[in-house]
């Protein structure tokens, strides 16, 4: 088993549970105070960043769609979970703000052959308890 990274107690596999894309934005606010007639100045008031998983399961193949409702239930619990890359880097805290699956290539029996999914995190910190 080649651990991509995990969520919690949810581990994102290859073969089994793969994301094919990750990207992260960051976003940076800055308040804006008037100085007259100048340009107004800055101030740093706080940072945020996103990361956006793009993947997709085989159900029978690689992968359930069982997988992928086990990543919904987490997320439904409105916990914070660690982040943990496969390197085994710390990323902190983050928080599931969306997930969303395409199901395509029917059998007879109605399941799919092939889910896309996506996903956005949110950082929530180096500490749960902030």
Do not use: C
């Not at 549970?17 to 100085?35: D, H």
């Not at 007639?37 to 008031?45: G, H, I, L, M």
């Not at 940072?47 to 439904?76: A, E, H, R």
């Amino acid at each position: 088993m080649i651990k991509l990274m995990k969520l919690g107690s949810f581990t994102f596999e290859l073969k089994i549970a793969t994301f094919e894309s990750l990207s992260n934005s960051y976003k940076f606010e800055w308040s804006s105070k008037e100085r007259g007639q100048k340009n107004p100045s800055r101030e740093f008031t706080s940072w945020d960043i996103t990361k956006s998983l793009s993947g997709v399961f085989y159900p029978g193949k690689y992968g359930s769609y069982q997988k992928l409702l086990n990543l919904i239930n987490i997320s439904k619990r409105g916990v914070p979970q660690m982040l943990i890359g496969g390197d085994g880097t710390n990323h902190g805290w983050w928080v599931v703000t969306q997930i969303s699956e395409d199901q395509k290539f029917f059998r007879q029996n109605g399941t799919p052959r092939k889910i896309e999914f996506s996903m956005e995190l949110s950082y929530f910190g180096e500490s749960w308890k902030q």
